[in-house]
């Protein structure tokens, strides 16, 4: 077998998947596009290439042997922006997972080493393949070195061999050196012969083949000022060509034998793409559905033919199986029961047979331990049981306790507490298409240890809850809200099927008249949805300037058309039937599919055990994420309907709730003058900022304010700004300097917090929900600076979920005491949809505001706002 050589230049093709793709960020925030592109460049040329061995070579620092030669090398590059900063620790441990060599040497670039190793290796007889995003290394290429050097995308690569470099320069490889010696490199800050481009600098090579042959003849070099530049800069040009040289003689203490590729490590891979949640290339990887035998100690337990006395304690844990995700479809396929008197197994036809169950589910007195006290509620309660008196919640415990963690399982929820006797769900049902109902002898065994489980851990994991202080916060908050959201997702949110029906056709002839102007502009008809036809229509056809190119021909994403909107006003019509063709079958088509059929309802599941920072989110639908900038996606809204006839929608949200968090939090007395004389927000900034009054506030200041305001509170970079506002990283860098001095209690704050994140090891919300952040004390700058961010911005976003929280409790509460008929409906963000009788409509005027800006003691007012109508659009 032919050995090949694969040498990855690491920080390159780091820098190009994070400036190609846009932010991604996992389920914890962190950052994830530059470790997703980087991912999929690698699959594929591994796939394509098959190295036997492989290397990914990193620069070590900011200095190198050159600088001692120019000390300004590199030096007018800008700082890496943080958010790919914090994604290098993950491309690392990527890279072991892997099985695959990295490397990096002090002194040297990823260049120097990738010259040493690949000039080694072609010696060896190996082929020798060096992929990077810097055509620099083009200067390497022989017969047995190629260089890929990816394009603007990250997946497709020019491959540059030594024909390829002749045909497209008229330059050998080794002249690519003499070229970066004439006209330099901006990127690397190399200066080269001011006035030199890249086409004189090739004429001149060819006419004289060397940088040394030029500046030896330069009498003879055509161009009067030509001459005097090369004249005059004649040590620029041999200083330029030494930089641009990559050394092949760099001390490497690696061997090419040692970069042996024997295949990735399933199981740590697949860890790394849960993490990072990475779930279609995890579907990529070999062997990822091998699930492993899993060892556990015998379960004394017995299964109920006949639900007897003995079983029912006043004191149980109580586990529902469900195994579909959406627990208001799925089947229960047995219920596991534990207490005092044994461990129990009950299939679903006994305990619904069973009146002793349904009286000891329903008897508040009878205390029940769960595990998903909502899922347990819901699916009871849809088979005509009632529960009641749930104590306990193992699944939301063990998410106060660090919501950081992601919760894979009943098994992994655990082993989080050290109990390890209970099975994954993967071990017992399989996975994926593997999936099925395990043997009813494999089964009852299952849900009889998940169970005991729950009892084993109630008193352990209590104790933890009061250890930090967070046993308000599960049984004033989190339980009483599960039961509040059970009862929401059981009433489910009426839809109008005729006015979905309508939208849908009436969006549908809006899509075909947009299809129509397309097609007059382009001068003909094609496949509007066809990445490749559209392609050739804008960048052959019309000769709009192609700014990405993939493997299969031009990119026509997002981010590279709306760079393009201003050439032609095509673009604008095809952003435009993307956005309504996305609403059409996303939204209208999707929401049609979930209605149900008897009722008419949607009844979404609200995620309460998610997000790191305790916001809820909603799925199947995900009522959340309507989008409602254009007009079409709000008008969504309209098919929501009350239940009821003579009955309207209602609906409050709290103004900014976040910004006025971060003053009380804060402390800072300039923000909390602008909330407690109700002033603009965004404007009382902008006059800060710029210095004006007033009436002196543009738009754009407003906007520039208003971007600031809102990225402060998500920990945003003058990176990040930039891109928000489209303004260089030097203009939004000072901007957040300026907001900084004008709001010195809010830069403290900043201050403080990481200094206590960093003593404690996790911050706080108003609660004493807790974050855990133990990348706060890395000697690894990047891990430390995502850490800190956090740290800033969690107790702001978290304390404003604990608010809305609070007030559905409240609201529930009042509901109930005012003796009202109208229900809770929604929680979107900082919403609270309701939908109500018209004749309790004056009354929800004065206390939902009255509950809701009462649910919390800031140092300012919290506000609400609220409308209603016959329908959620109208109530907005």
Same mark, same amino acid.
């Given at each position: 077998?032919?050995?090949?050589?694969?040498?990855?230049?690491?920080?390159?093709?780091?820098?190009?998947?994070?400036?190609?793709?846009?932010?991604?960020?996992?389920?914890?925030?962190?950052?994830?596009?530059?470790?997703?592109?980087?991912?999929?460049?690698?699959?594929?040329?591994?796939?394509?290439?098959?190295?036997?061995?492989?290397?990914?070579?990193?620069?070590?620092?900011?200095?190198?042997?050159?600088?001692?030669?120019?000390?300004?090398?590199?030096?007018?590059?800008?700082?890496?922006?943080?958010?790919?900063?914090?994604?290098?620790?993950?491309?690392?441990?990527?890279?072991?997972?892997?099985?695959?060599?990295?490397?990096?040497?002090?002194?040297?670039?990823?260049?120097?080493?990738?010259?040493?190793? &690949?000039? @080694?290796?072609? %010696? #060896?007889?190996?082929? +020798?393949?060096? !992929?990077?995003?810097?055509? /620099?290394?083009?200067?390497?290429?022989?017969?047995?070195?190629?260089?890929?050097?990816?394009?603007?995308?990250?997946?497709?690569?020019?491959?540059?061999?030594?024909?390829?470099?002749?045909?497209?320069?008229?330059?050998?490889?080794?002249?690519?050196?003499?070229?970066?010696?004439?006209?330099?490199?901006?990127?690397?800050?190399?200066?080269?012969?001011?006035?030199?481009?890249?086409?004189? &600098?090739? @004429?001149?090579? %060819? #006419?004289?083949?060397? +940088?040394?042959? !030029?500046?030896?003849?330069? /009498?003879?070099?055509?161009?009067?000022?030509?001459?005097?530049?090369?004249?005059?800069?004649?040590?620029?040009?041999?200083?330029?060509?030494?930089?641009?040289?990559?050394?092949?003689?760099?001390?490497?203490?690696?061997?090419?034998?040692?970069?042996?590729?024997?295949?990735?490590?399933?199981?740590?891979?697949?860890?790394?793409?849960?993490?990072?949640?990475?779930?279609?290339?995890?579907?990529?990887?070999?062997?990822?559905?091998?699930?492993?035998?899993?060892?556990?100690?015998?379960?004394?337990?017995?299964?109920?033919?006949?639900?007897?006395?003995?079983?029912?304690?006043?004191?149980?844990?109580?586990?529902?199986?469900?195994?579909?995700?959406?627990?208001?479809?799925?089947?229960?396929?047995?219920?596991?029961?534990?207490?005092?008197?044994?461990?129990?197994?009950?299939?679903?036809?006994?305990?619904?047979?069973?009146?002793?169950?349904?009286?000891?589910?329903?008897?508040?007195?009878?205390?029940?331990?769960?595990?998903?006290?909502?899922?347990?509620?819901?699916?009871?309660?849809?088979?005509?049981?009632?529960?009641?008196?749930?104590?306990?919640?193992?699944?939301?415990?063990?998410?106060?306790?660090?919501?950081?963690?992601?919760?894979?399982?009943?098994?992994?929820?655990?082993?989080?507490?050290?109990?390890?006797?209970?099975?994954?769900?993967?071990?017992?049902?399989?996975?994926?298409?593997?999936?099925?109902?395990?043997?009813?002898?494999?089964?009852?065994?299952?849900?009889?240890?998940?169970?005991?489980?729950?009892?084993?851990?109630?008193?352990?994991?209590?104790?933890?809850?009061?250890?930090?202080?967070?046993?308000?916060?599960?049984?004033?908050?989190?339980?009483?809200?599960?039961?509040?959201?059970?009862?929401?997702?059981?009433?489910?949110?009426?839809?109008?099927?005729?006015?979905?029906?309508?939208?849908?056709?009436?969006?549908?002839?809006?899509?075909?008249?947009?299809?129509?102007?397309?097609?007059?502009?382009?001068?003909?008809?094609?496949?509007?949805?066809?990445?490749?036809?559209?392609?050739?229509?804008?960048?052959?056809?019309?000769?709009?300037?192609?700014?990405?190119?993939?493997?299969?021909?031009?990119?026509?994403?997002?981010?590279?058309?709306?760079?393009?909107?201003?050439?032609?006003?095509?673009?604008?019509?095809?952003?435009?039937?993307?956005?309504?063709?996305?609403?059409?079958?996303?939204?209208?088509?999707?929401?049609?599919?979930?209605?149900?059929?008897?009722?008419?309802?949607?009844?979404?599941?609200?995620?309460?055990?998610?997000?790191?920072?305790?916001?809820?989110?909603?799925?199947?639908?995900?009522?959340?994420?309507?989008?409602?900038?254009?007009?079409?996606?709000?008008?969504?809204?309209?098919?929501?309907?009350?239940?009821?006839?003579?009955?309207?929608?209602?609906?409050?949200?709290?103004?900014?709730?976040?910004?006025?968090?971060?003053?009380?939090?804060?402390?800072?007395?300039?923000?909390?003058?602008?909330?407690?004389?109700?002033?603009?927000?965004?404007?009382?900034?902008?006059?800060?900022?710029?210095?004006?009054?007033?009436?002196?506030?543009?738009?754009?200041?407003?906007?520039?304010?208003?971007?600031?305001?809102?990225?402060?509170?998500?920990?945003?970079?003058?990176?990040?700004?930039?891109?928000?506002?489209?303004?260089?990283?030097?203009?939004?860098?000072?901007?957040?300097?300026?907001?900084?001095?004008?709001?010195?209690?809010?830069?403290?704050?900043?201050?403080?917090?990481?200094?206590?994140?960093?003593?404690?090891?996790?911050?706080?919300?108003?609660?004493?929900?807790?974050?855990?952040?133990?990348?706060?004390?890395?000697?690894?700058?990047?891990?430390?600076?995502?850490?800190?961010?956090?740290?800033?911005?969690?107790?702001?976003?978290?304390?404003?979920?604990?608010?809305?929280?609070?007030?559905?409790?409240?609201?529930?509460?009042?509901?109930?005491?005012?003796?009202?008929?109208?229900?809770?409906?929604?929680?979107?963000?900082?919403?609270?949809?309701?939908?109500?009788?018209?004749?309790?409509?004056?009354?929800?005027?004065?206390?939902?505001?009255?509950?809701?800006?009462?649910?919390?003691?800031?140092?300012?007012?919290?506000?609400?706002?609220?409308?209603?109508?016959?329908?959620?659009?109208?109530?907005?």
């Amino acid at each position: 077998m032919k050995k090949k050589l694969m040498l990855i230049d690491g920080n390159s093709i780091a820098y190009r998947a994070f400036f190609a793709l846009p932010l991604l960020n996992n389920d914890k925030g962190i950052h994830t596009n530059a470790v997703y592109g980087f991912t999929t460049m690698l699959m594929k040329m591994l796939e394509d290439e098959k190295p036997t061995h492989i290397l990914v070579a990193f620069d070590a620092g900011k200095t190198t042997f050159r600088h001692s030669t120019f000390k300004e090398y590199k030096g007018g590059r800008q700082k890496t922006p943080p958010e790919l900063s914090e994604q290098f620790p993950f491309l690392r441990e990527l890279l072991d997972a892997y099985g695959i060599k990295r490397y990096e040497l002090e002194n040297y670039e990823a260049d120097d080493i990738i010259g040493t190793l &690949a000039t @080694k290796a072609e %010696k #060896e007889g190996f082929d +020798v393949q060096v !992929v990077s995003g810097d055509k /620099d290394l083009t200067q390497l290429s022989t017969d047995k070195i190629t260089v890929s050097i990816t394009k603007k995308g990250i997946t497709d690569v020019e491959q540059y061999t030594p024909d390829h470099i002749q045909e497209k320069y008229g330059l050998t490889p080794e002249q690519i050196i003499d070229m970066k010696g004439l006209m330099g490199d901006q990127s690397d800050n190399i200066p080269g012969v001011p006035g030199v481009g890249e086409k004189t &600098a090739i @004429k001149l090579l %060819k #006419e004289f083949q060397s +940088v040394e042959n !030029v500046l030896e003849n330069i /009498d003879k070099v055509s161009g009067k000022k030509l001459k005097e530049k090369l004249e005059e800069h004649k040590e620029l040009a041999v200083m330029s060509k030494e930089l641009a040289t990559i050394t092949k003689e760099a001390p490497v203490e690696v061997t090419v034998d040692e970069l042996l590729y024997e295949g990735y490590d399933v199981a740590k891979l697949s860890a790394i793409f849960k993490e990072l949640g990475f779930n279609s290339l995890l579907e990529k990887l070999d062997g990822a559905e091998d699930i492993a035998i899993e060892e556990v100690n015998e379960i004394v337990f017995e299964k109920a033919d006949e639900i007897t006395e003995n079983m029912l304690a006043d004191e149980s844990a109580l586990y529902i199986e469900i195994l579909e995700d959406n627990y208001q479809t799925g089947e229960i396929v047995g219920i596991g029961l534990s207490n005092e008197n044994g461990n129990f197994y009950l299939p679903l036809e006994v305990a619904q047979q069973s009146e002793a169950f349904k009286n000891w589910a329903e008897d508040e007195t009878k205390k029940k331990r769960v595990y998903d006290a909502k899922r347990s509620i819901v699916s009871l309660k849809l088979r005509g049981i009632h529960l009641r008196g749930i104590d306990f919640d193992l699944l939301l415990a063990s998410y106060l306790l660090n919501p950081s963690e992601s919760i894979e399982d009943f098994a992994g929820v655990a082993k989080r507490h050290q109990y390890t006797n209970v099975k994954t769900d993967e071990a017992v049902y399989g996975k994926g298409a593997k999936r099925k109902l395990a043997e009813e002898a494999e089964l009852s065994e299952h849900l009889a240890r998940k169970a005991a489980a729950i009892s084993e851990l109630y008193e352990k994991v209590l104790q933890e809850l009061d250890q930090n202080e967070q046993t308000e916060l599960f049984y004033d908050l989190e339980l009483p809200l599960a039961l509040i959201l059970a009862k929401m997702e059981y009433t489910g949110v009426k839809v109008d099927v005729e006015r979905l029906e309508t939208m849908k056709t009436e969006l549908a002839g809006r899509l075909k008249e947009i299809e129509a102007k397309i097609y007059a502009l382009a001068g003909e008809e094609f496949n509007i949805n066809s990445p490749k036809q559209l392609g050739v229509i804008l960048f052959e056809k019309m000769g709009l300037p192609a700014i990405k190119k993939t493997k299969t021909g031009y990119s026509t994403s997002a981010d590279v058309l709306e760079k393009l909107e201003h050439e032609h006003e095509i673009i604008r019509e095809i952003l435009n039937y993307r956005q309504l063709g996305k609403l059409q079958s996303t939204y209208l088509e999707g929401l049609l599919k979930v209605v149900h059929k008897d009722t008419n309802k949607v009844h979404t599941r609200f995620n309460q055990a998610l997000t790191s920072t305790g916001r809820l989110s909603s799925i199947d639908p995900n009522l959340q994420n309507i989008p409602i900038r254009l007009e079409e996606g709000r008008r969504i809204r309209q098919a929501f309907v009350p239940s009821e006839d003579n009955w309207v929608i209602f609906a409050a949200d709290y103004s900014q709730i976040e910004l006025r968090v971060l003053a009380h939090i804060a402390n800072d007395e300039n923000l909390q003058e602008a909330f407690t004389q109700d002033m603009d927000i965004h404007t009382k900034t902008a006059m800060d900022v710029f210095h004006v009054e007033a009436e002196e506030v543009t738009g754009e200041m407003r906007r520039q304010a208003k971007a600031v305001n809102f990225g402060i509170v998500y920990g945003i970079s003058d990176y990040g700004l930039s891109q928000n506002l489209g303004i260089t990283r030097k203009e939004a860098g000072q901007f957040i300097d300026r907001y900084l001095e004008s709001f010195p209690g809010v830069k403290n704050y900043m201050e403080d917090i990481v200094a206590d994140a960093r003593n404690k090891g996790y911050v706080e919300t108003l609660l004493h929900r807790r974050r855990y952040i133990p990348e706060i004390t890395s000697r690894n700058f990047n891990l430390r600076s995502f850490a800190e961010r956090t740290a800033m911005n969690t107790p702001i976003q978290g304390s404003a979920a604990d608010i809305i929280k609070k007030a559905m409790i409240d609201m529930a509460a009042r509901l109930e005491t005012e003796g009202l008929q109208t229900r809770m409906l929604l929680q979107v963000h900082d919403e609270l949809i309701f939908e109500a009788p018209e004749d309790e409509i004056e009354k929800l005027k004065e206390i939902v505001p009255d509950v809701m800006e009462h649910a919390l003691k800031l140092s300012v007012p919290l506000k609400v706002e609220y409308s209603y109508g016959p329908t959620w659009y109208d109530a907005k």
